[in-house]
């Protein structure tokens, strides 16, 4: 018969062996992930940026849709726009 009993010393070398090899690819792993991680949040920042940029831009847009003398301007063309319409209706 083979003698399939291994020594305690042997054992314990073995699982010392495997801990540190289990423990290097879990820190390999958690080091990839922030790598990704970091990749993905330089995205999103320049992607907030943009969206930034657009917001501003909408808003001096509706600041300027929504002053006095646009509002008084889009009144008159809506005015004329409805006597023109009548004006055509009546012919």
């Known amino acids: 018969m083979i003698n399939l009993r291994i020594s305690k010393r ?3 070398v073995g699982a010392v062996f495997l801990s540190l090899f289990l ?3 879990l820190r390999i792993h958690i ?3 922030n790598t990704i991680i970091g990749y993905d ?3 999103l920042k320049a992607q907030e ?3 930034l940029q657009q917001r501003s831009l ?3 847009e509706l ?4 002053t006095k003398t646009h509002l008084l301007l889009a009144s ?3 005015d004329d726009l409805t006597n023109s319409r009548n004006t055509f209706a009546r012919k």
């Open 10 to 12: 042997k054992l314990l």
């Open 23 to 25: 423990f290097a690819g």
């Open 31 to 33: 080091r990839v992930q």
């Open 41 to 43: 949040l330089g995205r």
């Open 49 to 51: 940026i943009e969206l």
């Open 58 to 60: 909408l808003k001096m």
């Open 63 to 66: 600041a300027k849709l929504t």
């Open 76 to 78: 008159n063309q809506k």
